[in-house]
């Protein structure tokens, strides 16, 4: 029997943890929650939560570089990543019903699968997709992600709703905040300097 307040962990008949048992380090805890590295332990442990982030940018390029800059992969791996972490495709396919496979995570230790499948492209004005992300068996997140293309005076109001199911609590939903926050920064920075 297991009690809810201790995290639950695996073990052998011997009494020896599955899984590896491993803290955070000081300078984990102080990073930002889109730095932090998950340990199977800690995906096990939390609840499910459910968020709505929403962020808006206005971009000084049209909607149509605004799309190609997304739509082109070698470009999206440019910018689609916050500084300290990296995103490896191993497959990309930008069409309806497409799906892209990567793998996201600090830089240098990227080990937690994504997968994203497009659900609606209308060029030059919205891309609606699934994403789900997992470390190893274990479900980490699934979103409903839209990206709102208009065109305004400046040249693009970007608005971005993910809806995320995080089955290890709150960190995700902040991770994604903060994170999505970041990659829009660098797009924008990525679109002004092309």
Request: with cysteine; net charge negative.
């Given at each position: 029997m297991t009690?809810?307040?201790?995290?639950?962990?695996?073990?052998?008949?011997?009494?020896?943890h599955l899984l590896p048992q491993r803290k955070e380090t000081a300078r984990e805890m102080h990073a930002p929650r889109h730095n932090r590295r998950w340990t199977r332990p800690a995906l096990v442990a939390r609840q499910r939560t459910h968020s709505t982030v929403?962020?808006?940018?206005?971009?000084t390029?049209?909607?149509?570089?605004?799309?190609a800059a997304y739509a082109d992969l070698d470009a999206r791996t440019e910018w689609v990543a916050p500084e300290g972490q990296e995103?490896?495709?191993?497959?990309?396919s930008f069409r309806k019903n497409g799906t892209d496979k990567f793998k996201c995570g600090p830089t240098g230790q990227a080990e937690m699968d994504g997968q994203v499948r497009y659900v609606e492209i209308d060029k030059d004005t919205r891309i609606v997709y699934l994403?789900?992300?997992?470390?190893?068996?274990?479900?980490?997140?699934?979103?409903?992600?839209?990206?709102?293309?208009?065109?305004?005076?400046?040249?693009?109001?970007?608005?971005?709703?993910?809806?995320?199911?995080?089955?290890?609590?709150?960190?995700?939903?902040?991770?994604?905040?903060?994170?999505?926050?970041a990659t829009l920064d660098q797009l924008s920075k990525y679109l002004e300097n092309r």
């Open positions: 009690r809810p307040d201790i995290p639950y962990s695996p073990r052998s008949a011997e009494g020896q929403e962020l808006t940018r206005d971009l390029s049209p909607p149509e570089e605004v799309f995103m490896v495709y191993s497959d990309g994403e789900s992300m997992t470390m190893g068996t274990d479900p980490v997140a699934v979103s409903l992600v839209s990206w709102q293309l208009d065109p305004s005076t400046k040249g693009t109001r970007l608005t971005v709703v993910s809806q995320v199911c995080s089955y290890i609590g709150d960190d995700i939903v902040e991770g994604t905040r903060e994170g999505l926050g």
